[in-house]
């Protein structure tokens, strides 16, 4: 079976944790397929296109550990509790998901099982080490989303998206704002209210971590020279944002 | 090495869900008594006295699973995130905790190994296991406090305590206080300001699961009588309390 998480980097020593929760669009036994074409496939509803390779980069510039998930967001959406009917969906915007139809209780926690709860184990296992060593970790997720959506074109670049606690997002907005030439937007195009925060709500919040969303429209990090030049372009944002928000509270966040 | 967790009764049929972390005052190896007198083990720094005594009860009344902690705060309190002073505290209320003084990095992370992160992966674990099957838990922490703390004696008899949601809590107060002569009260004698509520941080609010902590001042559930009565009473507290908010949202909370 394949591994819930994987975690690269777990020894480095940044400040930053980088999730990516959205990175695959593998479909592996005992699931399948779940009856998708192979264009819905590699489509948006499958992964986050790019995500992975922004993720990995910026990672790397952070000297950060990442945390990525090996397997489609339609067998489990790491980023949706077991009883929202996004964690398995049966359809995904215009699309119908065969093999999530009529799931019974017993597949949902299988998959729930063999999925969601290792994962996020063994990620509160990483930063809780950091914990336990006196680091409070920032907590990154990176995200794509499609430039259109149930046919609307959407104009937003970078979307910036907190949960409870909007102090470092709003931070990264004003060094996307002064740093890049990206059209970066405060959650936008969508919120925490719309239940795309679950894994800063799990992992970041309970603990009192700087945290924040990134998502990137995903004809900018369509190619692996496109997802290092934004992870160049972003990671100065972050560290910019991180060491602003330590100043206002006087202390490490 | 002790376990981490015990769980009663995974398998009721209840809506709730009860945790007591303040079970236990065992010092058991490899930590071993911390160089505290047989008076201090027996205090209410080293656990909430009765707590687990109520928690059988209320567990067994609303035929709920019960999980509950097997070893003292003092070595882990399990309703703290690693990086809490008083996660292992060195001090707690007027008594120096000797083996818990200048603890190292290792040790720390040692601790946060060996029992808060399995506690709360089993304790997360149980509960998926029921939202995958599509039931919303109640979680009910259950705790107890020293009628005398710094020398000041306390009037409240249950503290109702909540995380980031008061609904259930003001339902709780509202049918305790036309169903007992209890002197009952919100958010005392200390509330999740003051970072008491972390297990309902970590495992309900998350989630959007109804929930509410229970402080019970402990000379009222001193023996096994007080604590059965006490289950008995409070009982029909949290069943007519749960009622309450389904009947204000309309739908199962």
């Given amino acids: 079976m ?16 980088v999730i990516c929760e959205h990175a695959s669009n593998a479909l592996p036994a005992p699931w399948g397929d779940l009856g998708l074409s192979a264009a819905q496939r590699e489509a948006h509803i499958a992964w986050d296109p790019g995500a ?27 980023n949706r509790p077991p009883q929202h009917a996004g964690a398995m969906p049966e359809r995904s915007e215009v ?19 063999a ?34 959506y149930f046919g609307q074109r959407r104009d937003v670049e970078l979307g910036i998206i907190h949960d409870a606690d909007a102090t470092l997002a709003q931070a990264v907005l004003a060094e996307a704002q002064a740093r890049t030439g990206l059209d970066a937007r405060l959650n936008e195009p969508y919120s ?24 990137l429209r995903n004809d900018l990090i369509a190619d692996p020279q496109a997802q290092a030049a934004m992870a160049a372009t972003l990671a100065p944002v972050l560290q910019a944002a991180i060491a602003r928000i330590e100043t206002q509270t006087g202390e490490a966040a």
């Avoid at 699309?95 to 729930?112: F, K, M, V, Y």
């Avoid at 914990?131 to 499609?146: D, E, K, N, Q, Y």
């Avoid at 603990?207 to 998502?215: K, Y």
């Fill in 192 to 215: 925490g209210a719309d239940g795309v925060t679950h894994t800063l709500a799990l992992q970041a919040t309970p603990m009192g971590l700087p945290n924040v969303m990134l998502e």
């Fill in 2 to 17: 394949i591994a819930p998480i994987q975690i690269e980097g777990a020894a480095r020593k940044g400040r930053c944790v």
């Fill in 95 to 113: 699309h119908d998901i065969p093999g999530n139809i009529g799931l019974n209780e017993a597949a949902r926690a299988e998959r729930t099982e």
């Fill in 52 to 78: 992975l390779g922004l993720a990995k980069g910026l990672a790397e510039a952070l000297d950060a550990p990442l945390a990525h998930a090996c397997q489609s967001r339609l067998i489990y959406d790491l």
């Fill in 115 to 148: 999925l969601y709860l290792p994962f996020h184990a063994e990620l509160r296992a990483l930063i809780a080490r950091r914990l336990a060593r006196g680091v409070a970790p920032v907590i990154v997720t990176v995200h794509s989303f499609t430039p259109v």
